[in-house]
């Protein structure tokens, strides 16, 4: 039962392998057509992987890379996380349109009277007037805060007099004038002398977005990166949960010999029919601990069926090019977590907020600042009977208007932006404190993670060791036992305690590869380490 609870540890209750059954249905004669395989699995991968037949099967070899290529290229789960930059991308772009230049367009028309007292001795003057007007506006604010704005008006209108002679007569008008336009240019600037004044507070909104994209960049990359580990992880669990089954094959078939060398043995009266139930018995263990493990491959083959809609491909299997070894690597702490504060998602996401934060400063500090504007404008004004005829008279500065104005605006007593201004400042203490608490964390989660790969390599080495002393011990209680000098019982102990052992040396294997791959996730050289 120890190997079988060995086995059950290999099992991921998530699949990575991706597109490896449509991959074989492409390399097999009368399977699924190129046209369709061509769709869905990247010709370059598609090149590189290869179909075998074992045990009457057929399987699709890949490597750990060629896996992970396709799922960079295929996962559904990971288009729907890129997605996630492009909205940010897309945020950032409206957050910089925001000062746009604006151009307004009117057209009116207006009836007027109005009425004073008369010097003739009617009751009443009346004057009123035909107005259309024209009007056109350009406005423009600069990341400095400073707005300008361009106006052409042009007025066409037409004037008519009369009177009222007595209280409750009625009005007496005389006949229309003639038509006549009014032209007017004007240029105006504002310009903020305090609040609002400067690029750094213009351009707020997009700085912020600038800081989300960055941050969705760093989340985006992470959750790949965290996706493609746990295929990975799944791809180790495959090829250990493999290995486990060559060894119950050979366990099987050592069994099967033992077996028939016994009866021959029993058929010579040289050994009891006892000690060959026990060898029976043992082959009996090894053959349903062989349909187990079986049994667990195609569980998992049937997960990634299932997850990528491959139902109909069943007949096809798969075979983990890769083989788990545990390797004698030199670590540089400093420099290992050095990428591993560049790359924690943690670390950047603090370093993020305290961005945000110094943009939240920035704009408490401005809100705080005396709010002074300066307007200026100068308007060119001409006449003329025909309509547009008087721009010609623009040059003609007497008739030119202009003005200054200076506004000022002072809070009293209003202490919340200063209390604003004390909760970004302690934000962001608090920012710094969590930051370092991080670096620390991390720091000791990676000397944790190296001393752990220290001890896979040795307990790699001591697993192997222990192999190759127990396949001895086993080889020699077989030879004792024909010599008559040992039990069936004895054999079988041996046998299980050899399977056992090699057992033990591929889970060992396989966790040096988990912890491995942890180190790369840590370190964000997960993608570099495969090329991808």
């Given at each position: 039962m120890a190997i079988i609870s060995g086995m059950k540890g290999l099992l991921a209750t998530g699949c990575g392998l991706l597109l490896l059954v449509s991959a074989a249905a492409a390399q097999e004669a009368g399977g699924v057509n190129a046209d369709a395989l061509a769709a869905v699995v990247p010709p370059d991968i598609l090149a590189e992987l290869k179909v075998v037949e074992e045990d009457g099967r057929r399987l699709v070899e890949a490597s750990l890379g060629q896996v992970l290529r396709m799922a960079l290229e295929r996962n559904q789960a990971l288009e729907a996380i890129r997605m996630e930059e492009q909205l940010a991308e897309s945020r950032l772009t409206a957050a910089r349109s925001t000062n746009h230049p604006t151009l307004t367009n009117s057209l009116s028309h207006t009836r007027s009277l109005s009425a004073s007292a008369s010097s003739s001795g009617d009751y009443l003057s009346l004057y009123g007037s035909n107005a259309t007007t024209l009007n056109s506006t350009y406005s423009k604010?600069?990341?400095?805060?400073?707005?300008?704005?361009?106006?052409?008006?042009?007025?066409?209108?037409?004037?008519?007099?009369?009177?009222?002679?007595?209280?409750?007569e009625d009005p007496v008008l005389g006949p229309a004038g003639d038509w006549w336009d009014t032209s007017a240019l004007k240029g105006s600037v504002n310009i903020p002398l305090g609040k609002g004044l400067g690029s750094a507070i213009n351009d707020l909104s997009?700085?912020?977005?600038?800081?989300?994209?960055?941050?969705?960049?760093?989340?985006?990359?992470?959750?790949?990166?965290?996706?493609?580990?746990?295929?990975?992880?799944?791809?180790?669990?495959?090829?250990?949960?493999?290995?486990?089954?060559?060894?119950?094959?050979?366990?099987?078939?050592?069994?099967?010999?033992?077996?028939?060398?016994?009866?021959?043995?029993?058929?010579?009266?040289?050994?009891s029919p006892m000690d060959v139930q026990v060898t029976r018995t043992q082959l009996a263990r090894d053959r349903q601990r062989l349909l187990s493990v079986r049994l667990d491959v195609l569980r998992i083959e049937d997960q990634v069926r299932a997850l990528l809609g491959l139902e109909a491909l069943s007949e096809y299997g798969l075979k983990p090019r890769d083989v788990p070894e545990a390797r004698r690597l030199d670590y540089d702490q400093k420099a290992l977590l050095g990428k591993a504060l560049a790359s924690d998602p943690d670390v950047l996401g603090l370093q993020s907020a305290l961005e945000l934060n110094n943009l939240d400063m920035v704009e408490s500090r401005n809100n705080d600042r005396t709010d002074l504007d300066l307007d200026l404008y100068y308007t060119f004004y001409g006449y003329s009977s025909d309509p547009l005829g008087g721009v010609?008279?623009?040059?003609?500065?007497?008739?030119?208007?202009?003005?200054?104005?200076?506004?000022?605006?002072?809070?009293?007593?209003?202490?919340?932006?200063?209390?604003?201004?004390?909760?970004?400042?302690?934000?962001?203490?608090?920012?710094?404190?969590?930051?370092?608490s991080l670096r620390s964390d991390l720091t000791v989660r990676l000397q944790s993670l190296l001393g752990r790969i220290n001890l896979a390599e040795k307990e790699v080495e001591t697993a192997r060791i222990t192999v190759s002393l127990v396949e001895e011990q086993l080889q020699n209680e077989i030879e004792r036992f024909r010599l008559g000098q040992s039990t069936s019982f004895r054999v079988s102990q041996a046998q299980q305690d050899a399977a056992q052992a090699r057992v033990d040396e591929i889970l060992a294997r396989v966790r040096f590869e988990k912890n491995y791959l942890e180190l790369l996730v840590l370190t964000g050289t997960l993608l570099p380490e495969f090329n991808l």
């Open positions: 604010k600069l990341s400095s805060g400073v707005t300008m704005g361009l106006s052409y008006t042009e007025t066409r209108l037409r004037s008519q007099s009369g009177s009222i002679p007595a209280e409750g997009a700085s912020r977005s600038e800081v989300g994209l960055s941050a969705t960049r760093v989340q985006v990359g992470s959750q790949i990166q965290a996706l493609l580990a746990r295929i990975a992880s799944t791809y180790w669990d495959l090829v250990g949960l493999i290995e486990v089954r060559r060894i119950q094959a050979d366990a099987v078939k050592l069994s099967e010999t033992l077996l028939a060398d016994n009866q021959a043995r029993l058929a010579t009266g040289v050994l010609s008279q623009f040059s003609q500065t007497k008739t030119d208007g202009y003005g200054v104005t200076l506004t000022w605006t002072v809070p009293l007593f209003d202490h919340s932006i200063r209390e604003s201004m004390n909760q970004r400042s302690l934000e962001r203490q608090q920012l710094e404190l969590q930051l370092s």
